[in-house]
């Protein structure tokens, strides 16, 4: 069964950092895209940042480049998501999801995590 569990979200003051965290297991972990999306109160889900776990190619939404950072561990089947100078627009449920292709199309991910709070206070 394929399972990604989020963690790392939480409440900090804007210009602050959060580091999240998605644990990946049920499938052969460097095969796949891992994506970060979020979605914030009355709006629809948007992609953040993915990254091939084969390759490390990555993807950056226009709204968290220069702020956000992905990385993987392959070794421990994780990927994760830095963010810095977090701005309380970026308040949102951050998911991790799993796809085939680098896309921040959210129908090229099949797989979902329940999702991580992140609040930014100004």
């Known amino acids: 069964e394929v399972q990604l569990v989020e963690s790392g979200g939480g409440l900090v003051q804007a210009g602050g950092s959060l580091r999240l965290s998605c644990a990946a297991s049920g499938f052969t972990f460097d095969d796949y895209v891992i994506g970060w999306f979020r979605q914030a109160p009355g709006k629809e889900r948007e992609g953040v940042s993915c990254?091939?776990?084969?390759?490390?190619?990555?993807y950056y939404g226009d709204s968290v480049k220069g702020r956000f950072t992905i990385s993987s561990d392959n070794a421990k089947n994780s990927i994760y998501l830095a963010m810095n100078s977090l701005r309380p627009e970026d308040t949102a449920v951050y998911y991790c999801?799993?796809?085939?292709?680098?896309?921040?199309?959210?129908?090229?991910?099949?797989?979902w995590g329940q999702g991580t709070q992140v609040t930014v206070s100004s």
């Open positions: 990254i091939s776990t084969s390759d490390s190619s990555t």
């Open positions: 999801a799993r796809g085939v292709v680098l896309s921040s199309t959210l129908s090229a991910y099949r797989d």
